[in-house]
């Protein structure tokens, strides 16, 4: 139980930068005492103790604003972040290392019995206001924005916005070995392209090392072809590009925002 407990804390100092101390996340975060309760509540419920489990769910959604049903999956590792007007159904699964924000639901778009309400992979993030309806699946390491409606199911590492929710990343491991293998031929690190860059600026410098590499085929198969004709063609060496100029890009890309 208490290294339960202690890969919970840990949990919160990898995904919430605000958090100083354990004392603190264990008497100040109402997502952590959610996720506590609902271990009693969930036990309570696999033991047929029905009733048991729904006061201990609904003490829960009094004290924290954050409503899991006894009868919801959750797995380790699990955070819960701001986390007023939450709400997690009775079908729900939801995988390890998962983080959802404040006003997010989980919820079913049927009446009947059965699997009703969507499943989380691990490495989901949620964000504000999300709202994922139905019994489908978000794939592991997924995210979808704040105030998303989604209501199909989301491939591994994509990323979904808007109402109804659309796809506007999807992982390509092909297309990031080829921007990578570019990269490095240019002379930098393709930091631009890594998960830890926000989403627009990422996009961004990808399709530029996408355009650099094809317009490196190009040249280079004009180059084949001037000499099977015959042509003279001297290869030119690329200019050097200074690395302290990227660095300093880095260097802007990860400085603090406003905010905690």
Same mark, same amino acid.
Request: net charge neutral.
């Given at each position: 139980?208490? =290294?339960?407990?202690?890969?919970?804390?840990?949990?919160? %100092?990898?995904r919430?930068?605000?958090?100083r101390?354990? &004392?603190?996340?264990?008497?100040?975060y109402?997502?952590m005492?959610?996720?506590?309760?609902? /271990?009693?509540?969930?036990?309570?419920?696999r033991n047929e103790?029905?009733?048991?489990?729904?006061m201990v769910?609904?003490?829960?959604r009094w004290?924290?604003g954050?409503?899991?049903?006894?009868?919801?999956?959750? #797995?380790?590792? &699990? &955070?819960?972040?701001?986390?007023?007007?939450?709400?997690i159904g009775? !079908?729900?699964?939801? #995988?390890?290392? @998962?983080?959802?924000?404040?006003?997010v639901?989980?919820?079913? !778009?049927s009446?009947?019995?059965?699997?009703?309400?969507?499943t989380? =992979?691990?490495?989901? @993030?949620?964000?504000a206001?999300a709202?994922?309806?139905?019994?489908f699946?978000?794939?592991?390491?997924?995210?979808?924005? *704040?105030?998303a409606?989604v209501?199909?199911p989301?491939?591994?590492?994509?990323? @979904?916005?808007?109402?109804p929710g659309?796809?506007?990343?999807?992982?390509?491991?092909q297309?990031?070995?080829?921007?990578?293998a570019i990269?490095?031929?240019? $002379? %930098?690190?393709? +930091?631009?392209?890594?998960?830890?860059?926000?989403?627009p600026?990422? /996009?961004?410098?990808?399709?530029l090392?996408d355009?650099l590499?094809?317009?490196?085929v190009?040249? =280079?198969?004009?180059?084949?072809?001037?000499? *099977?004709?015959? $042509?003279e +063609? /001297? =290869?030119?060496?690329?200019p050097?590009? /200074?690395?302290?100029?990227?660095?300093?890009?880095?260097?802007?890309?990860?400085?603090?925002v406003? $905010?905690?």
């Amino acid at each position: 139980m208490f =290294e339960r407990l202690r890969e919970d804390i840990q949990s919160v %100092f990898h995904r919430d930068p605000a958090a100083r101390n354990a &004392f603190e996340v264990l008497t100040c975060y109402p997502g952590m005492h959610a996720i506590w309760l609902h /271990r009693l509540s969930g036990w309570l419920w696999r033991n047929e103790l029905k009733w048991p489990a729904r006061m201990v769910s609904n003490f829960g959604r009094w004290m924290t604003g954050i409503e899991i049903h006894p009868g919801a999956k959750v #797995g380790r590792r &699990f &955070f819960i972040d701001h986390g007023m007007g939450i709400v997690i159904g009775e !079908t729900a699964e939801i #995988g390890d290392d @998962v983080t959802l924000y404040q006003g997010v639901t989980l919820g079913g !778009t049927s009446w009947n019995k059965g699997k009703r309400h969507p499943t989380l =992979e691990s490495g989901v @993030v949620v964000g504000a206001g999300a709202k994922v309806l139905g019994p489908f699946t978000v794939g592991a390491g997924a995210k979808v924005g *704040s105030n998303a409606v989604v209501t199909k199911p989301v491939p591994a590492g994509a990323t @979904v916005v808007g109402i109804p929710g659309r796809i506007i990343v999807k992982s390509d491991d092909q297309a990031e070995a080829k921007r990578k293998a570019i990269a490095e031929k240019l $002379g %930098f690190d393709a +930091y631009g392209v890594s998960e830890d860059m926000p989403d627009p600026v990422a /996009r961004a410098i990808g399709q530029l090392l996408d355009h650099l590499q094809a317009m490196d085929v190009r040249v =280079e198969d004009m180059g084949r072809a001037l000499k *099977s004709l015959g $042509g003279e +063609y /001297r =290869e030119k060496e690329l200019p050097e590009l /200074r690395q302290e100029v990227f660095e300093c890009m880095k260097e802007r890309s990860e400085a603090p925002v406003a $905010g905690k």
